[in-house]
């Protein structure tokens, strides 16, 4: 079975789901989803942002960038996990349309990318201290991670106004 229509059947699977029909038949239950969503985008954004201001030398130039990093570690790693099961939730409301989405297949990219990118390189370059890494190489880091992040973002942003 072809990958294309092996997705189609778990988005058809999502939307039949109990979650897909929870979620979307509940009065309540969407918009509370919704805001764990957002808040927990709001905490991610704010560590990524946070991370990478530092890595660029704007902010918290006293602390190592490792500290910041490891003190930032358990917010990132909650959100990211309150945002994956709260995103599941809210797409199986609407799966089988998300498929046919152009700007949920560039979210979920540039999630997929972001995603690999933060926990690879640049989190080998924000909790190494070490001078091999040059300043260069660490605000490229977070430029690429910026830019990742935003495209997640702005994917997320332009399903509501995206036609599938």
Known sequence: MALKTMLYHFCQWCNASPWGHGVRDSVWLFPFVEI??????G????TILLLNLRLLGFRFQGE???ELAEDM??????????MF???????CTEAVKMYDSPAFRFKMIFLFLAVVFTFTIHWKLVTSDDARFSRFSRGLAAVVSLVLWAGVGLGG???????S
């Open 64 to 66: 190592p960038v490792s």
């Open 85 to 91: 099961v709260s995103g599941f939730l809210l797409f």
């Open 157 to 163: 942003r332009a399903i509501g106004y995206y036609g």
């Open 73 to 82: 570690r358990p917010w990132m790693l909650g959100s990211l996990a309150v």
């Open 43 to 46: 905490v991610l954004g704010g």
């Open 36 to 41: 764990f969503h957002l808040l927990a985008l």
